[in-house]
């Protein structure tokens, strides 16, 4: 089964700081997907990235899934206090059918 | 982004009763929606697969008796937890794929407690 592995566990950053947390595979990915939640809540779609390479952004939010497609960064521009929440990667399987594996986040704390 | 509601948003039943949680499309028609199950501090577990007319796949240690599910048609899906026990308490989430872009949208989420 895949395994996604997302580190840093839990980060700390001053408001305007950028940051980077990265999900990594264990399998090939063939549909990365990015989510934000916040504690209780349901799951805000980011982004999906589907190819080796690709890259997409959001606002101050930027998502690469890297050439061999078993990683997949997410940066942060300028942070805010509304970007503050847990990321969540979620993978998908080979057939396309969508049933995703996800990772156990990354915490992100934004201090003002 | 493409909304998915559910309902109740939380729900509080005593051990050995059922609840239901629904689970909506608002924006487009969902042929697949998924459940999921997440557990303090842990990462959302897939539990099944709702299949629009079509009987539900479970993934492996998901009893299929306990946790129905019944996809009746393109924007609804439904989890019921026969005979809730406490060990059933969670946070239960349902997502539905856009069959135009292939993204995955979930739910609000239920807090499921049963004492």
């Known amino acids: 089964s895949q395994e996604l592995e997302q580190s840093p566990q839990s980060l700390i950053v001053q408001e305007g700081k950028n940051l980077t947390i990265n999900c990594t595979s264990s399998?090939?990915?063939?549909?990365l997907y990015w989510y934000k939640q916040k504690y209780g809540e349901g799951l805000i779609f980011l982004m999906m990235?589907?190819?080796?390479?690709e890259e997409k952004s959001h606002e101050k939010i930027t998502a690469k899934l890297d050439e061999k497609k078993q990683q997949s960064s997410l940066h942060i521009t300028a942070s805010q206090p509304s970007h503050a929440g847990i990321y969540l990667c979620?993978?998908?399987?080979?057939?396309?059918?969508?049933?995703?594996?996800f990772g156990k986040g990354n915490q992100v704390v934004v201090i003002p | 982004g493409a909304v998915v509601s559910q309902h109740p948003s939380r729900v509080i039943c005593k051990s050995g009763t059922s609840v239901k949680i629904e689970c909506r499309s608002l924006?487009?028609?969902?042929?697949?929606m998924f459940w999921y199950r997440q557990f303090p501090k842990k990462s959302l577990m897939l539990m099944a697969t709702?299949?629009?007319?079509?009987?539900?796949?479970?993934e492996q240690g998901v009893e299929k008796d306990k946790f129905l599910i019944n996809h009746a048609s393109l924007t609804l899906s439904t989890l019921t937890v026969t005979s809730a026990h406490p060990e059933d308490s969670s946070f239960y989430i349902c997502?539905?794929?856009?069959?135009?872009?292939?993204?995955?949208?979930f739910g609000p989420g239920t807090r499921l407690t049963v004492t």
């Open positions: 997502s539905a794929r856009d069959p135009q872009g292939d993204e995955q949208y």
């Open positions: 399998k090939t990915l063939y549909g």
């Open positions: 990235l589907q190819k080796g390479g």
């Open positions: 979620g993978a998908g399987g080979q057939d396309g059918n969508n049933r995703l594996a």
């Open positions: 924006d487009f028609q969902a042929t697949t």
């Open positions: 709702s299949n629009e007319g079509s009987k539900a796949t479970y």
